[in-house]
């Protein structure tokens, strides 16, 4: 069970390229997350898609999109960098329990847009 | 929508002495309240949660207190150990909306 897996690790682009981060899950899992961490900011909600097949914004969506592609795969796409978009990405997933909900998240993706 | 505020942004102490984050949140619709660990180049990982029908939970070393009245809940790690050190966030949120929000985070260190 490799769980919550991302790529890249690190990225550095420019003002104005695009990319897709990519997120992976094995652990049948319905819902899934992208989150941006800052200094000082903890972690935003970007997008998350609660089923395979939807997606939803979450508190910072401007300048991203998102593809779920099937029930493991979750992808982030940046369009048009901005150095505003310079942080570290997370991908999660979440069990969702009788009790207890638990987000699973991915090792991160340092973006640095110049 | 839901705001959490944490307390302190860092805090340092002494091995073995305990350590109390808090937290608080502004919905009262929130009824689920977990605590993350992150260590420095990983994600944040779950070490205990909270429901708002439970006044308290423990889990060995850690404890977490929720005051539904007051809205703010707390993280309480006795018998601190330098492998306690890492940034801990807590969040807010309610089952089945699929949002939580988080705590801008503490950074603890727990010195030898």
């Known amino acids: 069970n490799a769980g919550v897996t991302q790529t890249p690790k690190f990225q550095v682009l420019k003002t104005g390229q695009s990319m897709t981060l990519q997120c992976a899950q094995d652990m049948n899992h319905n819902s899934m997350y992208w989150y941006r961490q800052d200094p000082g900011m903890g972690l935003r909600l970007i997008y998350y898609s609660a089923s395979e097949g939807t997606t939803d914004k979450g508190e910072v969506p401007n300048g991203y999109n998102v593809s779920r592609l099937n029930k493991r795969e979750f992808s982030l796409r940046l369009e048009s960098a901005a150095p505003s978009q310079t942080s570290v990405y997370f991908c999660?997933?979440?069990?969702?329990?009788?009790?207890?909900?638990?987000?699973?998240f991915g090792p991160g993706t340092r973006l640095t847009v110049l | 929508g839901e705001n959490v505020e944490q307390h302190p942004s860092t805090l340092s102490v002494q091995e073995g002495d305990s350590a109390v984050i808090k937290c608080t949140y502004s919905?009262?619709?929130?009824?689920?309240f977990p605590w993350y660990k992150q260590e420095l180049g990983k994600g944040p990982q779950l070490i205990i949660d909270?429901?708002?029908?439970?006044g308290e939970k423990k889990d060995q070393r850690i404890a977490v207190t929720l005051n539904k009245t007051a809205k703010h809940f707390s993280l309480h790690i006795t018998e601190t150990q330098p492998e306690d050190s890492a940034v801990y966030f807590c969040?807010?949120?309610?089952?089945?909306?699929?949002?939580?929000?988080f705590g801008t985070g503490t950074r603890l260190k727990v010195l030898a």
């Open positions: 999660a997933s979440i069990r969702r329990g009788v009790v207890t909900d638990t987000q699973y």
């Open positions: 919905d009262s619709a929130s009824n689920y």
């Open positions: 969040a807010g949120g309610t089952s089945g909306t699929y949002k939580y929000i």
């Open positions: 909270i429901r708002s029908n439970v």
